[in-house]
């Protein structure tokens, strides 16, 4: 079993930054891939960015290449999600998720664990 707990949202103006944080507990975090997906009111959850268990591929959706970067610290079990220039599109309830094995990252069936999520708002 793996718990995550995401934190850092907020609200931010719009070109503005957020780091997201995913604090994992329980078993081994470092064999782990980690995924980040968001939702936005009235829409579906979508995938954001995902990264392989040693940090080595990044797999990330075409709407925030450029923008948004993920990272990982497996000696703090940790997961980063780096949001630059933001948008208000970008609003949305943010979560990080773990999958015991990778294939493509971007859909949710292939994630085991989920966070409870943290709201980023782009609002000026």
């Known amino acids: 079993q793996v718990q995550l707990v995401e934190s850092g949202g907020g609200l931010v103006q719009p070109g503005g930054s957020l780091r997201l944080s995913c604090a994992a507990s329980g078993r081994a975090f470092s064999s782990y891939a980690m995924g980040w997906f968001r939702q936005a009111p009235g829409k579906e959850r979508e995938f954001v960015l995902a990264?392989?268990?040693?940090?080595?591929?990044?797999y990330y959706a075409g709407s925030v290449k450029g923008r948004f970067t993920i990272s990982r610290d497996n000696a703090k079990n940790t997961v980063y999600l780096q949001m630059n220039s933001l948008k208000p599109e970008d609003t949305a309830v943010y979560y990080c998720?773990?999958?015991?094995?990778?294939?493509?990252?971007?859909?949710?069936?292939?994630?085991?664990?989920w966070g409870q999520g943290t709201q980023v708002t782009v609002s000026s």
């Open positions: 998720a773990a999958a015991a094995t990778l294939y493509s990252g971007s859909h949710q069936n292939e994630y085991d664990y």
């Open positions: 990264i392989s268990s040693s940090g080595g591929t990044i």
